[in-house]
């Protein structure tokens, strides 16, 4: 049935996939975005679409329009980005969580929520299953956005244990692909752009610490498949690639699949770094039959294509 969707964030570079998906299923779209980290160019070539409107608004201030569901992705993603302004960080994670939930309150309908693989902060348990409580540090310079996400999931279940609300909450590993952010500093993007220009590859650390990627379109049929899971269906549950590379890995990869010249150097790790990363997606697989299908090396060549052609 065609449905009119709210998704907060939908000009950033999960929300842009998102958008193009639900329009292409044949519902509505209402894009919502203070294009902080978001940019136009990532849905421009949604708006010739009739069914597809974007209004600029940020979350932390209240919003009321009509629609049948809500996604909710607002929140820069990307450590340099949300460390830029981490009051404005927090704020995006609970105030926007606390107005999205009034409005899905108010109209009674669902709301899905874009949590993250930080609320586990540098586990202690490898991998990390859904029933793990996290290891945060809460005075870090990341605690900004971990906690943030770790208070938005309480408001969730707050709102659904006090007001019935019918919620979806997701937690996102490492997600790659076309439209990331060039300049996030996140470890794909960062790779792929210093391959590309031919500077060197900065690897924080030994580059032994790992991390698991998922190619976006296998993210985003999670996300379709979670909203339209069960209604008791609440989640948390993980969404992300299970394989695991060490950074040094991906580093070669990049090189490798761009050609480049460019040499790997080494820096000092950043502080709260986590040094191992991987979901458990049992959960995933049992309640929404999901599973990433795209290899890395697949992932990665397209994501070299689309910043080959924007950069
Ligand atoms: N990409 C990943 O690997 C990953 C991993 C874990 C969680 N997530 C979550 O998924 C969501 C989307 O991430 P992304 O990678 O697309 O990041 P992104 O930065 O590309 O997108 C975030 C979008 O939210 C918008 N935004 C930020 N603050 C806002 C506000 N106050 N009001 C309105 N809009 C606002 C930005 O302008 C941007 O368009 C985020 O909530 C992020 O925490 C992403």
Not at 199 to 215: H, L
Not at 257 to 264: A, D, E, N, R
Request: charged fraction near 20%; charge should be neutral.
């Amino acid at each position: 049935m065609k449905k009119r969707y709210l998704v907060t964030g939908g000009a950033g570079f999960l929300g842009s996939h998102l958008c193009e998906r639900l329009l292409k299923d044949g519902h509505e779209v209402l894009c919502v975005d203070n294009f902080f980290t978001g940019n136009k160019q990532n849905i421009v070539h949604l708006m010739d679409n009739p069914y597809f409107e974007v209004l600029r608004h940020d979350i932390t201030f209240p919003l009321f329009v009509e629609v049948d569901a809500i996604f909710n992705l607002a929140c820069p993603a990307s450590p340099v980005h949300y460390q830029f302004d981490p009051v404005q960080t927090t704020k995006t994670s609970v105030l926007g969580a606390i107005n999205m939930l009034g409005l899905a309150k108010r109209l009674r309908i669902p709301i899905f929520q874009a949590s993250t693989s930080e609320v586990y902060g540098d586990p202690e348990i490898h991998p990390q299953p859904e029933s793990y409580r996290g290891s945060v540090n809460p005075i870090g310079i990341r605690a900004c956005y971990d906690e943030g996400k770790r208070c938005a999931e309480t408001l969730f279940f707050d709102y659904h244990r006090q007001h019935k609300l019918s919620i979806k909450v997701v937690r996102i590993f490492n997600t790659y692909g076309p439209r990331m952010h060039p300049q996030d500093g996140r470890v794909v993007s960062n790779f792929i752009v210093q391959a590309l220009g031919g500077q060197p590859i900065t690897i924080y650390g030994q580059g032994s610490q790992t991390r698991s990627f998922c190619f976006v379109s296998d993210l985003i049929e999670g996300f379709v498949r979670m909203m339209n899971s069960s209604a008791d269906f609440t989640g948390p549950v993980n969404l992300g690639n299970p394989d695991e590379f060490t950074i040094l890995q991906l580093a070669q990869k990049v090189i490798e699949l761009t050609k480049s010249s460019s040499k790997i150097v080494y820096q000092p790790l950043p502080q709260d770094d986590p040094l191992q990363r991987k979901p458990v997606i049992d959960l995933a697989r049992e309640k929404l039959g999901w599973q990433p299908t795209i290899k890395l090396e697949d992932g990665l060549i397209k994501t070299i294509e689309y910043f080959r052609s924007s950069l």
